[in-house]
T-cell receptor
Framework: DAGVTQSPTHLIKTRGQQVTLRCSPISGHKSVSWYQQVLGQGPQFIFQYYEKEERGRGNFPDRFSARQFPNYSSELNVNALLLGDSALYLC??????????????FGNGTRLTVT | LAKTTQPISMDSYEGQEVNITCSHNNIATNDYITWYQQFPSQGPRFIIQGYKTKVTNEVASLFIPADRKSSTLSLPRVSLSDTAVYYCLVGDHDNYGQNFVFGPGTRLSVLP
């Protein structure tokens, strides 16, 4: 089975622009989470979606938004990019629901550089 | 949110057993303890998960004392390829999934 896939793998944007990152979860996984990882730090939780509804939100500004589609894939949108948004953006999927302790499976991320 | 504390870095030599201990004094009754491994420019990879006592799989063992306020990840006979950052995570989840709070992790360096 394919793992979690993210696209694009790398992206360069200019301050003020908008970006959309995409994630396809493992087949059968209904929960998708997004994390931001700045160099040298652990991943920071941004959003979690389950069955197309937002179930959790981390301490990120409203410039960050996300959604989950009927096929459980997900998009993360970031508006009005700042230099500080430069990071590795990770998507993780899990079974979710009654399998709430099922481990997270991460993709290899999208490296976003804001200039 | 259950907070975890683990050493920032550790060094070891090939073939040795490595034990990384994580403290989680505020662990909740329903929380599980999960460890992840991360290589540069890759997403974290699940290693092992446990609730109490000892769990073993093909790559590691996880020891959890009765009070569950700490846990120890044991990597037998490490190799150079085990050089990575290791994260200890506890909770935070609800009926929809897990929203982990990652700390800085432990940077393990395996030397030849």
């Amino acid at each position: 089975d394919a793992g979690v896939t993210q696209s694009p793998t790398h992206l360069i944007k200019t301050r003020g622009q908008q970006v959309t990152l995409r994630c396809s979860p493992i087949s059968g996984h209904k929960s998708v989470s997004w994390y931001q990882q700045v160099l040298g730090q652990g991943p920071q939780f941004i959003f979690q979606y389950y069955e197309k509804e937002e179930r959790g939100r981390g301490n990120f500004p409203d410039r960050f938004s996300a959604r989950q589609f009927p096929n459980y894939s997900s998009e993360l949108n970031v508006n009005a990019l700042l230099l500080g948004d430069s990071a590795l953006y990770l998507c993780a999927s899990s079974l979710g629901g009654s399998y709430y302790n099922s481990p997270l499976h991460f993709g290899n991320g999208t490296r976003l550089t804001v200039t | 949110l259950a907070k975890t504390t683990q050493p920032i870095s550790m060094d070891s030599y090939e073939g040795q057993e490595v034990n990384i201990t994580c403290s989680h004094n505020n662990i909740a009754t329903n929380d599980y303890i999960t460890w992840y491994q991360q290589f540069p420019s890759q997403g974290p990879r699940f290693i092992i998960q446990g609730y109490k006592t000892k769990v073993t799989n093909e790559v590691a063992s996880l020891f959890i004392p009765a009070d569950r306020k700490s846990s120890t990840l044991s990597l037998p006979r490490v190799s150079l390829s085990d050089t990575a950052v290791y994260y200890c995570l506890v909770g935070d989840h609800d009926n929809y999934g897990q929203n982990f709070v990652f700390g800085p992790g432990t940077r393990l360096s395996v030397l030849p």
